[in-house]
T-cell receptor, first 115, second 111 residues
Framework: NAGVMQNPRHLVRRRGQEARLRCSPMKGHSHVYWYRQLPEEGLKFMVYLQKENIIDESGMPKERFSAEFPKEGPSILRIQQVVRGDSAAYFC?????????????FGQGTRLTVV | DQQVKQNSPSLSVQEGRISILNCDYTNSMFDYFLWYKKYPAEGPTFLISISSIKDKNEDGRFTVFLNKSAKHLSLHIVPSQPGDSAVYFCAASGGADGLTFGKGTHLIIQP
């Protein structure tokens, strides 16, 4: 009964390259959330997805960032043309039902370093 | 504009004593609150939660208190153990969206 799986754990990209972060939710969970943690900061909500749908992307930067959660396969957070400021830990969480009275289970995160 | 605030970046407590971590929020729409614990290089793990219809929830050594009128919640750990040393995040939810997190408090348990 695996938990939320994120890969890779560490990702190094040069400025201008693309970064792809993957998240497989817990079995039976159809709600996925992406968070970003900058140094010395708490986790900041980025996007909430259900299968094939983006429910809330209010925390996503308007440019270069996109997310998907296809019918088959993991959720992907994609960052195009990365810049140094994108360096952070990106965490994915999943839950069985949205919001109320349920906790989200987190993956171990992907640490993105832009050089 | 931080909606969830943890004003103590760090807290040092002696082993065996009580650890009290505090959290304040500003958004009246929040109705569900959670505490997460995080070790370095790992994802946050859920600890305990409380709904806004309650003022206390207890689970073993962990108790969360909610004061709605003051928009304040606290996590009590009794007795504190060395393995409790970690960063603790307070989080709040107002519905089906993502959680809003505080910046965390680094708890250090001293032997």
């Amino acid at each position: 009964n695996a938990g939320v799986m994120q890969n890779p754990r560490h990702l190094v990209r040069r400025r201008g390259q693309e970064a792809r972060l993957r998240c497989s939710p817990m079995k039976g969970h159809s709600h996925v959330y992406w968070y970003r943690q900058l140094p010395e900061e708490g986790l900041k909500f980025m996007v909430y997805l259900q299968k094939e749908n983006i429910i809330d992307e209010s925390g996503m930067p308007k440019e270069r960032f996109s997310a998907e959660f296809p019918k088959e396969g993991p959720s992907i957070l994609r960052i195009q043309q990365v810049v140094r400021g994108d360096s952070a830990a990106y965490f994915c969480a999943s839950s069985q039902t949205p919001g109320e009275n349920t906790e989200a289970f987190f993956g171990q995160g992907t640490r993105l370093t832009v050089v | 504009d931080q909606q969830v605030k943890q004003n103590s970046p760090s807290l040092s407590v002696q082993e065996g004593r009580i650890s009290i971590l505090n959290c304040d929020y500003t958004n009246s729409m929040f109705d569900y609150f959670l505490w997460y614990k995080k070790y370095p290089a790992e994802g946050p793990t859920f600890l305990i939660s409380i709904s806004s219809i309650k003022d206390k929830n207890e689970d073993g050594r962990f108790t969360v208190f909610l004061n709605k009128s003051a928009k304040h919640l606290s996590l009590h750990i009794v007795p504190s153990q060395p393995g409790d040393s970690a960063v603790y995040f307070c989080a709040a939810s107002g519905g089906a969206d993502g959680l809003t997190f505080g910046k965390g408090t680094h708890l250090i348990i001293q032997p």
